[in-house]
C-alpha cells in the first residue's frame, strides 16, 4: 500500500516568487491537512482538506493557500515567498479527518522548502 | 486553548540505557486524544499510539512503554533498553474532541541521540 507522496522533495526559490507543492494521499483517504516544520516554531497547522473543501485553517497570512482534487491529491500554495517561509512541509492523509480527534496521521516525507 | 509542552529539548544517552520523553498537557476539553509520534533523519513523521482521555491504563509494545496520568496532565514515553536506531526527534500531540474540530497540536519535539 503506498504512502502519502509528496513532490518536489527538494526545492530553492528566491524571495518573491511562489510556489506550489503536492500532496498524494493514501488511496482512500480522503482528508488532507498541511503542516510547517520549522527550527523555531515546530510543527504548526496549515489548513486541512476533507472532500475538497478546506475544513480547517491555521494562523497563517493569505499568501498561503491550497486545494483539494476530486481524487483527494491536495497542493498548497505559498505566494510572494520570504525568508521565513523556508521551512518543511509536511503533508498528512487521514480515512476521516485530521480534525476528528481520534484519526491517526499518516505523514509524508516532506517538502523541504529554501528561499534565498 | 490546548497546549503541549515537552520540555527536554535533547536527551543523549548511551546504548541499552532507558530513557524517558516527558510530555505535558493543557486542555479544557473532557475528550481529547494523545499521541506520539516519531520522526527520523528522512523526515516524515511516523505515528507510534494513541491514547483517549478515558483510557489511563498504561501500555507497553515492546522495549516501547506509555504512561497516561491525567492527574498530572502527563503523557511520557519510555524506551528500554534504547539501540542507535532509536535515534529520531520525538513528538507528542494532542487533538480536543469537545470543542469541534480541533487540527492536531503538536509539543516542540524531543531529540534523542543514542550512543553506541
Known amino acids: 500500500k503506498a504512502g502519502v507522496t509528496q513532490t518536489p522533495r527538494y526545492l530553492i526559490k528566491t524571495r518573491g516568487q511562489q510556489v506550489t507543492l503536492s500532496c498524494s494521499p493514501i488511496?482512500?483517504?480522503?482528508?488532507v491537512s498541511w503542516y510547517q516544520q520549522t527550527p523555531g516554531q515546530g510543527l504548526q497547522f496549515l489548513f486541512e482538506y476533507f472532500s475538497e473543501t478546506q475544513r480547517n485553517k491555521g494562523n497563517f497570512p493569505g499568501r498561503f493557500s491550497g486545494r483539494q482534487f476530486s481524487n483527494s491529491r491536495s497542493e498548497m500554495n505559498v505566494s510572494t515567498l520570504e525568508l521565513g517561509d523556508s521551512a518543511l512541509y509536511l503533508c498528512?492523509?487521514?480515512?476521516?479527518?485530521?480534525?476528528?480527534?481520534?484519526?491517526?496521521?499518516?505523514f509524508g516525507a516532506g517538502s523541504r522548502l529554501t528561499v534565498l | 486553548a490546548q497546549k503541549v509542552t515537552q520540555a527536554q529539548t535533547e536527551i543523549s544517552v548511551v546504548e541499552k540505557e532507558d530513557v524517558t520523553l516527558d510530555c505535558v498537557y493543557e486542555t479544557r476539553d473532557t475528550t481529547y486524544y494523545l499521541f506520539w509520534y516519531k520522526q527520523p533523519p528522512s523526515g516524515e513523521l511516523v505515528f507510534l499510539i494513541r491514547r483517549n482521555s478515558f483510557d489511563e491504563q498504561n501500555e507497553i509494545s515492546g522495549r516501547y512503554s506509555w504512561n497516561f496520568q491525567k492527574s498530572t496532565s502527563s503523557f511520557n514515553f519510555t524506551i528500554t533498553a534504547s539501540q542507535v536506531v532509536d535515534s529520531a526527534v520525538y513528538f507528542c500531540a494532542l487533538s480536543e474532541v469537545d470543542s469541534g474540530n480541533t487540527p492536531l497540536v503538536f509539543g516542540k519535539g524531543t531529540r534523542l541521540s543514542v550512543i553506541a
Open positions: 488511496s482512500g483517504h480522503r482528508s
Open positions: 498528512a492523509s487521514s480515512f476521516a479527518g485530521g480534525s476528528s480527534g481520534a484519526n491517526v496521521l499518516t
